[in-house]
């Protein structure tokens, strides 16, 4: 049953857990101690900004005992083979009125299901905007957490004790490999309260419930909701995020992400407050995203403290020195690479891209490394190079997937350090331009 443990789900985890921690450069979890029970039934409300990946950075967080149960909409199921898979994976359909009303009744079962989870005290996930979202922003939140939980709780006299915990997905780069993500727990919200006024007028407490879940998250994630100034406020944050992470935020181990709220949360104060600053700072944004694209400059260049000549000079040799590792590593993963090439061209929505990625990632790299692996031993016929072979395929390959992303990262310092060194009244217009 979707409620029971299941030790074949705790294998699935253990394997697509290290394959994230090798899909991302950093991954920060916060609040999960302080406000996650083990003790009492649970449903996740996460933003929902990268189709896969959301839901597996939320199975990685939770607890070892508790296997999180996702809701998730009804039209992925359409396919056998996938809807087998992601049942597999624990996650049921809901259906919406744009699958047939005739096939909203079956969301009673679901509900039901939703409902025993929960009386056993196991965990629900529900992404509440009900949709995906790419964009640094929050979508309306929409009624299916509470139409499921009130309900619930409803039937056993709101004794259950159950909580929602808000959460926040947050990708510094949502496109790129070896990014950083920040995922974080906010503060539980009881659904016994709402028992007197579900009790009193059920619609009332659903629209209720929904308000309060929706205020959490917008505490909590990177909400730029102004679409005519939306470009301006994420390069604010390429621009100034590091600098304020070390300047406001030090100690703490999610810094970008409290830099990043905290220059949405600023720019909307400025705005709120003061129109005629606030445009002027736009225009000033403006006209240094002109300058920075007449210098073949980024948003993401690391413009603030450009390396010096000594320190670039070494990354070049270290870099030269590795390249015959690099190289291995590149053709001995030629074949996912490729695949993962093809996979990424059948998706015409971006939002896909890094789901694909990383699938293909989990489903190549370990089938043709076992492959490849076969053809040296066929080759050899001798086990010491087969084994040794086995073991540096995979190693290789991820090494050089970071050199190509140092390599990047050294042409972009480097363009900076130039233009730095060679138009430094210009570096110097450009820094206070886009200063917050």
């Not at 039901?112 to 196991?122: D, E, G, P, S, V």
């Amino acid at each position: 049953m979707l409620y029971r443990y299941d030790f074949r789900y705790s294998i699935a985890k253990f394997y697509f857990n290290n394959a994230l921690r090798l899909n991302f450069s950093k991954i920060v979890f916060t609040g999960r101690s302080e406000h996650v029970s083990k003790q009492r039934p649970v449903i996740f409300a996460p933003n929902h900004r990268n189709a896969l990946l959301d839901a597996l950075l939320v199975v990685m967080a939770t607890y070892h005992r508790k296997q999180v149960v996702f809701l998730a909409r009804a039209d992925i199921f359409k396919q056998k083979l996938i809807a087998w898979v992601l049942r597999g994976m624990r996650i049921m359909p809901v259906f919406r009125m744009r699958d047939g009303k005739d096939n909203l009744d079956r969301n009673n079962e679901i509900f039901n299901n939703a409902a025993r989870i929960l009386k056993q005290n196991n965990q629900l996930a529900l992404f509440p905007e009900g949709v995906h979202n790419p964009k640094q922003s929050l979508l309306p939140i929409r009624k299916a957490v509470p139409r499921i939980v009130l309900p619930t709780e409803a039937s056993t006299g709101f004794t259950l004790n159950s909580q929602i915990v808000p959460v926040s997905i947050y990708y510094r780069d949502i496109f790129a490999f070896l990014s950083d993500v920040y995922i974080t727990f906010g503060t539980p919200i009881e659904v016994n309260q709402y028992r007197d006024l579900y009790n009193e007028n059920p619609v009332l407490a659903v629209n209720a419930l929904r308000q309060e879940l929706e205020e959490s998250l917008k505490k909590m994630v990177v909400n730029i909701q102004s679409e005519e100034y939306y470009d301006d406020y994420r390069r604010a944050i390429d621009w100034n995020g590091d600098r304020l992470s070390e300047e406001l935020f030090t100690r703490q181990k999610d810094g970008f992400l409290q830099a990043s709220l905290h220059i949405v949360r600023e720019l909307d104060r400025l705005q709120e407050e003061d129109q005629v600053t606030f445009e002027k700072k736009m225009a000033q944004f403006r006209e240094a995203y002109e300058l920075m694209n007449k210098e073949g400059l980024r948003s993401t260049d690391r413009l603030w403290k450009p390396k010096t000549t000594t320190l670039l000079t070494t990354r070049i040799l270290a870099l030269l020195i590795s390249v015959p590792i690099a190289l291995i590593g590149f053709l001995n993963g030629i074949f996912p690479i490729l695949i993962q090439k093809k996979l990424q061209s059948l998706f015409k929505d971006k939002q896909f891209v890094a789901s694909a990625r990383y699938a293909s990632g989990l489903i190549f790299v370990p089938l043709f490394d076992l492959l490849q692996t076969l053809a040296v031993w066929f080759i050899t016929g001798q086990w010491l190079p087969t084994i040794a072979y086995f073991l540096l395929m995979p190693l290789t390959f991820f090494f050089a997937l970071y050199w190509r992303k140092w390599w990047k990262q050294l042409q972009r310092d480097n363009m900076v350090h130039r233009f730095a060194t060679q138009e430094p009244e210009k570096w110097q217009q450009l820094l206070a331009l886009i200063r917050l």
